[in-house]
């Protein structure tokens, strides 16, 4: 009986989510140029990077693509440059926190202050936590969140100065709920979410209006990094799909993308009832 009278209680957020969602159907948000922005990638060799490059590449955007794999990132640009659109390649390991400052120097010095920041490169190991090396946790987050946190504090002060510029950051459904061996990643991908959280509410404390910041939460993606990925979160994504409501999302500055939809009302629920154990424990 308990479990109805909370489902019960939940209606009218899922009433007013569904709501929301139609009317938008009609009312679409409007999007913002990103025509002459410079845009930086990282890890954008490959899958999510690489086909958010090519959006941006029809979009007439700046291009600044950041991965550690030399001959996915050309092959990236090489696509883009024949979109039409001008291209500048780092390659950059996203692990190494000097070799990010490094290479956001010589971005600034040779092409300009980055406007819109997608910290998309990231890494994930599938096996339980003692069969999860030491060095493969430590790069998970190396790479899934504190990447985050150098590009940002590399990036952000021109954006702040301007009071113009978009930070986004590709996280996961894993990083809010969890999948059974993949600790590291799911753990990684909460903190991701949280770097984005507190610096969207950190942003606005500072009054710097100007600086938008989205959150890409999709469930598991084909892309090759996990074989037969499956949660109960709903199918396996295709690329294209995920990339196309990743740029809506960016173009009509949305602070989270849940791809599917239904992803946020599964979270809320999930959180409700963690809620009410911690209450009744």
Same mark, same amino acid.
């Given at each position: 009986?308990?479990?109805?009278?909370?489902?019960?209680?939940?209606?009218?957020?899922?009433?007013?989510?569904?709501?929301?969602?139609?009317?938008?159907?009609?009312?679409?948000?409007?999007?913002?140029?990103?025509?002459?922005?410079i845009v930086l990638i990282t890890g954008a060799?490959?899958?999510?990077?690489?086909?958010?490059?090519?959006?941006?590449?029809?979009?007439?955007?700046?291009?600044?693509?950041?991965?550690?794999?030399?001959?996915?990132?050309?092959?990236?640009?090489?696509?883009?440059?024949?979109?039409?659109?001008?291209?500048?390649?780092?390659?950059?390991?996203?692990?190494?926190?000097?070799?990010?400052?490094?290479?956001?120097?010589? %971005?600034?010095?040779?092409?300009?202050? %980055?406007?819109?920041?997608?910290?998309?490169?990231? %890494?994930?190991?599938?096996?339980d936590l003692f069969a999860t090396q030491d060095?493969?946790?430590?790069?998970?987050?190396?790479?899934?969140?504190?990447?985050?946190?150098?590009?940002?504090?590399?990036?952000?002060?021109?954006?702040?100065?301007?009071?113009?510029?978009?930070?986004?950051?590709?996280?996961?459904?894993?990083?809010?709920?969890?999948?059974?061996?993949?600790?590291?990643?799911c753990s990684s991908k909460f903190a991701a979410?949280?770097?984005?959280?507190?610096?969207?509410?950190?942003?606005?404390?500072?009054?710097?209006?100007?600086?938008?910041?989205?959150?890409?939460?999709?469930?598991?993606?084909?892309?090759?990094?996990?074989?037969?990925?499956?949660?109960?979160?709903?199918?396996?994504?295709?690329?294209?799909?995920?990339?196309?409501?990743?740029?809506?999302?960016?173009?009509?500055?949305?602070?989270?993308?849940?791809?599917?939809?239904?992803?946020?009302?599964?979270?809320?629920?999930?959180?409700?009832?963690?809620?009410?154990?911690?209450?009744?424990?």
């Amino acid at each position: 009986m308990k479990f109805f009278l909370d489902i019960l209680r939940l209606l009218p957020l899922l009433i007013f989510c569904s709501l929301e969602s139609f009317v938008k159907l009609f009312i679409p948000k409007r999007r913002k140029s990103v025509t002459g922005e410079i845009v930086l990638i990282t890890g954008a060799g490959h899958g999510i990077g690489r086909l958010t490059a090519f959006e941006f590449a029809k979009l007439k955007s700046k291009l600044v693509l950041w991965d550690i794999n030399k001959h996915g990132l050309e092959e990236t640009a090489a696509k883009c440059r024949g979109l039409g659109a001008k291209v500048h390649t780092f390659v950059v390991d996203c692990s190494n926190r000097e070799d990010i400052y490094n290479s956001a120097k010589k %971005v600034k010095a040779e092409v300009g202050d %980055v406007s819109i920041l997608v910290n998309n490169a990231g %890494v994930v190991y599938t096996s339980d936590l003692f069969a999860t090396q030491d060095p493969q946790i430590e790069k998970t987050f190396e790479v899934n969140v504190l990447a985050h946190f150098w590009t940002t504090k590399a990036f952000l002060p021109a954006m702040m100065k301007n009071n113009h510029g978009h930070i986004v950051t590709v996280a996961s459904a894993a990083g809010h709920t969890v999948v059974p061996f993949l600790l590291a990643y799911c753990s990684s991908k909460f903190a991701a979410v949280g770097f984005h959280r507190a610096l969207t509410d950190e942003l606005a404390a500072l009054k710097t209006t100007g600086v938008k910041t989205t959150c890409l939460c999709p469930n598991f993606i084909n892309t090759g990094f996990i074989k037969n990925p499956s949660t109960s979160l709903g199918p396996t994504l295709e690329p294209e799909e995920v990339v196309n409501r990743l740029m809506n999302g960016i173009l009509t500055e949305q602070k989270m993308i849940f791809v599917p939809s239904s992803i946020a009302f599964l979270t809320i629920l999930e959180s409700h009832f963690v809620c009410q154990c911690v209450r009744e424990g």
